[in-house]
């Protein structure tokens, strides 16, 4: 068995219940951040544009979807002419058209106002970060 003559070894003690000395003070370092790729800043952004996918998807296939089932199961409807003699299916065909129009501009506005705030937030904060890496 060997001696540790540190004065943390229970040896240096002049009674088995007494209290260790103290740590050394040591300098606090300016507190660790969790790596960027755990951020939580990262998961928001994960699901603002997975809402914004969602979104704009749903929007132009789900009216695509509702104009093949009116074509499949309500032919009549499809057939009977709307406006001067136009059928019906031929209007809500044409009208894929600025459906997908509203999609892109959905998904461009969602962009705008959630995505791309949350991706330059972290883009900064990645730069402040290999910044300070920089300077260690």
């Given at each position: ?19 260790p000395?103290?740590?050394?003070h ?109 300077a260690?």
């Amino acid at each position: 068995m060997s001696y540790d003559p540190s004065p943390h070894h229970p040896a240096h003690l002049t009674y088995p219940w007494q209290p260790p000395p103290p740590e050394p003070h040591r300098p606090r370092s300016a507190p660790q951040r969790a790596p960027l790729g755990h951020h939580s800043d990262l998961r928001i952004l994960r699901s603002a544009y997975r809402w914004q996918r969602r979104t704009a998807t749903l929007t132009a296939l789900g009216y695509f979807t509702l104009f093949l089932l009116l074509s499949a199961f309500a032919p009549d409807l499809m057939t009977t002419p709307a406006t001067d003699g136009i059928p019906t299916g031929l209007l809500l065909a044409l009208a894929q058209l600025p459906v997908t129009w509203l999609a892109i501009a959905l998904y461009e506005h969602t962009a705008r106002r959630r995505v791309d705030p949350l991706a330059d937030r972290i883009r900064k904060q990645a730069e402040l970060d290999a910044k300070r890496g920089a300077a260690r």
